[in-house]
T-cell receptor, first 113, second 107 residues
């Protein structure tokens, strides 16, 4: 079974731009969660999607948004990028909602200049 | 929100040594998981362990939910065990990672 895939793996953007990251879950998994990892704040939960609906959201501004498609693939969007958005963005998939056993993708490393 | 603290923050071991990593959490949780993040950033699921004890090869974990802690045991450590170990817990609508334990195994 193929693992969780994320694209792109690396990204460089300029302040003020927007960015879209993609995550394809393990086949059969319907829950996708997104996380941000920075040296200062560690790993933080962004949001969880299940059956195309956002089920839970972490403490991030509205510039961070996402969606999930009928095939369970998910995208995350960050608008009006700030330098502090530079981070490793990780997605994870699980069979059921509510953070069952999670399997992580390799991450997208975003650098904002 | 819940506080999830791990100890020790850093650990250096000689290959072959054993170690115990601890995860304390400040409130009741629905589940608890342990992950290993390798030097390339990939998070690997080690255990899904809301309570009780599980073993997988040289690794085992125990969660005592009533006392709000979990332990990860690594026996006969190998250089490939190096990396950062995270515990993570979930409540009804939030997911929290611990502060992490950075493990270095030297040959």
């Amino acid at each position: 079974k193929a693992g969780v895939t994320q694209t792109p793996r690396y990204l460089i953007k300029t302040r003020g731009q927007q960015v879209t990251l993609s995550c394809s879950p393990i086949s059969g998994h319907r829950s996708v969660s997104w996380y941000q990892q920075t040296p200062g704040q560690g790993l933080q939960f962004l949001f969880e999607y299940f059956s195309e609906t956002q089920r839970n959201k972490g403490n991030f501004p509205g510039r961070f948004s996402g969606r999930q498609f009928s095939n369970s693939r998910s995208e995350m969007n960050v608008s009006t990028l700030e330098l502090g958005d530079s981070a490793l963005y990780l997605c994870a998939s699980s069979l059921s909602r509510g953070w069952g056993e999670q399997y992580f993708g390799p991450g997208t490393r975003l650098t904002v200049t | 929100g819940i506080q999830v603290e791990q100890s020790p923050p850093d650990l250096i071991l000689q290959e072959g040594a054993n170690s115990t990593l601890r995860c304390n959490f400040s409130d009741s949780v629905n589940n608890l998981q342990w992950f290993h993040q390798n030097p390339w950033g990939q998070l690997i699921n080690l255990f899904y362990i809301p309570s009780g004890t599980k073993q997988n090869g040289r690794l085992s974990a125990t969660t005592v939910a009533t006392e709000r802690y979990s332990l990860l045991y690594i026996s006969s450590s190998q250089t490939t065990d190096s990396g950062v170990y995270f515990c993570a817990v979930s409540t009804g609508n939030q997911f929290y990672f611990g502060t992490g334990t950075s493990l270095t195994v030297i040959p």
